[in-house]
């Protein structure tokens, strides 16, 4: 979908989210990174969005250690979202945003309200590790990223709800002294008990963009919810099948006005994903809406087209100057007053 076949702009609304994997202004060489906006940019450009959710903006000290996004600078640079309100999540401190890792929306309109959200309604987990041979046994519960909540004002007078995630990855998490290297395990019980642990985190972080999903619901019954971005899972897992809500799910019809409905169970199975993972296609970015907005008419597209291979690309000599995720984008025909 681009923008050359799209209708005006006020009969319109687009919704992208991309996993720009690591951008970075220090990592590598400037040149690698000047390379890297040049695949990039045309991407973010070609979405054509009026929304924009990107995960994976990394963010580096400057005087004071005041930390500045300036890879996503030099991205947007020259682009429409240049001009763009912006919010970005912070780091786990409240202070400014992380080194990596940052979640930033970009929007046409300004924006109503933000605020990032980090254990404000789930706590940090609470747990020991079993097979843990150093001491303390404790897991760190905090969560690596929030939620990045955004109310943009849409013209016509509603307002879109946009929730911008990027969910704990499988890697198992770290079990004290069960760790030879960086991706070396002692026992296949510590590996083990570290992919469980991950999975905890994750769910857990779907479990809060649930509850905030719900506390919307409670003050707006039919609001408009876009929830959007790399949900380390595929749509019939723990973390997306959480958010959802489905009425298959809750057993209960009277719920299903509360459900999110994912918009790429329209587009054909073999074109159906965002990662290339060891020769395999997975569905990991989703966008979830709620009835009311998929009650616009959305239609979907995956640019997934020339995507790498997370895998085998990735220890290439020369590796990939895009992003092994694939930016999702979605249309959707606002009613006429």
């Not at 609304?13 to 890297?36: V, Y």
């Not at 309109?109 to 843990?132: G, S």
């Not at 074109?271 to 979907?300: C, E, I, K, Y």
């Given at each position: 979908?681009?923008?050359?076949?799209?209708?005006?702009?006020?009969?319109?609304?687009?919704?992208?989210?991309?996993?720009?994997?690591?951008?970075?202004?220090?990592?590598?060489?400037?040149?690698?990174?000047?390379?890297?906006?040049?695949?990039?940019?045309?991407?973010?450009?070609?979405?054509?969005?009026?929304?924009?959710?990107?995960?994976?903006?990394?963010?580096?000290?400057?005087?004071?250690?005041?930390?500045?996004?300036?890879?996503?600078?030099?991205?947007?640079?020259?682009?429409?979202?240049?001009?763009?309100?912006r919010?970005?999540?912070?780091?786990?401190?409240?202070?400014?945003?992380?080194?990596?890792?940052?979640?930033?929306?970009?929007?046409?309109?300004?924006?109503?309200?933000?605020?990032?959200?980090?254990?404000?309604l789930?706590?940090p987990?609470?747990?020991?590790a079993?097979?843990?041979?150093?001491?303390?046994?404790?897991?760190?519960?905090?969560?690596?990223?929030?939620?990045?909540?955004?109310?943009?004002?849409?013209?016509?007078?509603?307002?879109?709800?946009?929730?911008?995630l990027?969910?704990?990855?499988?890697?198992?998490?770290?079990?004290?002294?069960?760790?030879?290297?960086?991706?070396t395990?002692?026992?296949?019980?510590?590996?083990?008990?570290?992919?469980?642990?991950?999975?905890?985190?994750r769910?857990?972080?779907?479990?809060?963009?649930?509850?905030?999903?719900?506390?919307?619901?409670?003050?707006?019954?039919?609001?408009?919810?876009?929830?959007?971005?790399?949900?380390?899972?595929?749509?019939?897992?723990?973390?997306?099948?959480?958010?959802?809500?489905?009425?298959?799910?809750?057993?209960?019809?009277?719920?299903?006005?509360?459900?999110?409905?994912?918009?790429?169970?329209?587009?054909?199975?073999?074109?159906?994903?965002?990662?290339?993972?060891?020769?395999?296609?997975?569905?990991?970015?989703?966008?979830?809406?709620?009835?009311?907005?998929?009650?616009?008419?959305p239609?979907?597209?995956?640019?997934?087209?020339?995507?790498?291979?997370?895998?085998?690309?990735?220890?290439?000599?020369?590796?990939?100057?895009?992003?092994?995720?694939?930016?999702?984008?979605?249309?959707?025909?606002?009613?006429?007053?």
């Amino acid at each position: 979908m681009s923008a050359d076949d799209t209708p005006p702009r006020d009969a319109r609304l687009r919704i992208a989210t991309f996993n720009l994997e690591n951008l970075d202004e220090t990592a590598g060489t400037r040149a690698f990174l000047a390379q890297r906006l040049e695949v990039l940019r045309p991407q973010i450009v070609a979405l054509d969005a009026d929304i924009l959710c990107l995960q994976e903006v990394s963010a580096h000290g400057k005087g004071h250690h005041h930390r500045a996004m300036e890879a996503l600078d030099h991205l947007l640079a020259g682009t429409p979202y240049a001009a763009y309100a912006r919010f970005g999540s912070t780091g786990p401190g409240g202070h400014g945003p992380a080194d990596v890792h940052n979640l930033v929306t970009l929007s046409r309109w300004a924006f109503a309200r933000t605020r990032d959200i980090r254990h404000a309604l789930v706590p940090p987990l609470t747990y020991a590790a079993i097979t843990a041979t150093q001491q303390p046994a404790a897991i760190d519960g905090h969560f690596d990223r929030p939620l990045l909540y955004t109310v943009v004002p849409l013209p016509g007078g509603r307002v879109l709800h946009v929730v911008n995630l990027h969910l704990r990855s499988p890697l198992a998490a770290v079990i004290p002294g069960q760790k030879q290297s960086g991706l070396t395990w002692r026992s296949v019980t510590g590996w083990a008990e570290g992919y469980f642990v991950a999975a905890l985190k994750r769910n857990a972080q779907a479990l809060e963009a649930r509850l905030l999903v719900d506390q919307i619901f409670d003050a707006e019954p039919e609001a408009l919810i876009a929830v959007c971005g790399d949900f380390n899972a595929e749509t019939r897992e723990v973390p997306v099948r959480t958010i959802m809500g489905a009425a298959d799910d809750t057993g209960n019809p009277v719920l299903a006005a509360r459900s999110l409905i994912a918009l790429e169970q329209e587009i054909p199975r073999e074109r159906r994903f965002s990662v290339r993972h060891a020769g395999a296609t997975v569905l990991l970015d989703h966008v979830l809406v709620s009835q009311g907005l998929a009650a616009w008419n959305p239609r979907l597209a995956i640019d997934n087209t020339a995507l790498a291979d997370e895998i085998f690309d990735a220890t290439a000599e020369q590796p990939p100057l895009g992003s092994f995720h694939a930016p999702l984008v979605a249309e959707f025909s606002p009613p006429t007053r």
